[in-house]
């Protein structure tokens, strides 16, 4: 997840992806704690240790490496992510394994995203490095189903947005895409249609019909009529599709 120049790293059909359940990973996330006897020996393959303690446990990383390589100390993946300029690769470190280039999950994921955020805390809201760490917090807790949380992190990220850019650009939109994701997942159906309903309208104006992130829109939104039990519009915007 590198961030694009001058922009946060998430495109509307990003957040979108992002908000669906993981398909790849939930084998490996679900064993993120788990210690089953056959397995290779464990290190963490920063430090090259196999100590673990409550405070810093050794975990698997949810990612698609195998044997040794899948094990590590978050404070020892935060370290190496920290070594790296937010314009180089460090947004990538903190998200993606560097070995076999899937995203970390499960435990790892969550506690990474919240050492990030952390690190960043201090700085100005203007500051593009500490708007990212919203955006990788917020997905974080809603793949661990920490909705309340994810709610309350997208909010502020979209009052952000809007205060210091306005409602009529991308990264604003962005926002509002990912807290109308947060509010379907809690049920909140008409909450997130709202949202929904002007991320759409937006690309359509900026993007044309045929654009992928007006598309992506359209069928978030059918998806979330469909749920509402409405179903004349969701078929509708997916004839559009």
């Known amino acids: 997840m590198t961030p694009a120049p001058g922009w946060l790293g998430y495109t509307a059909s990003d957040v979108y992806a992002r908000t669906q359940p993981p398909c790849v990973s939930l084998s490996m996330a679900a064993r993120a704690d788990e210690v089953e006897e056959g397995d290779a020996p464990r290190q963490c393959w920063c430090c090259l240790e196999s100590t673990t303690t409550k405070a810093q446990p050794l975990l698997h990383c949810g990612c698609a490496c195998r044997g040794s390589a899948g094990w590590a100390h978050v404070d020892c993946l935060a370290q190496a992510a920290g070594a790296h300029s937010f314009a180089e690769k460090g947004a990538e470190m903190w998200t ?98 709202l949202l929904e309903q002007q991320v759409l309208a937006f690309f359509r104006r900026t993007d044309g019909d045929a654009h992928q992130s007006t598309l992506f829109a359209m069928e978030s939104l059918a998806h979330t009529y469909a749920d509402m039990d409405q179903i004349s519009p969701a078929l509708a915007l997916l004839e559009e599709c």
């Not at 409602?167 to 962005?174: D, K, L, M, Q």
């Open 96 to 193: 993606t394994c560097p070995t076999c280039t899937h995203e970390w999950t499960g435990r790892v994921q969550l506690d990474l995203a919240r050492a990030y955020s952390r690190r960043c805390a201090r700085r100005p809201r203007e500051d593009a490095e500490r708007q990212f760490t919203d955006c990788v917090l917020g997905v974080a807790l809603r793949a661990q189903g920490m909705f309340v949380e994810a709610l309350a992190i997208e909010e502020r990220a979209l009052a952000t947005c809007r205060e210091l850019y306005g409602s009529e650009v991308e990264r604003t939109i962005t926002a509002m895409e990912a807290l109308a994701r947060v509010h379907y997942r809690m049920g909140e159906y008409e909450d997130a249609v």
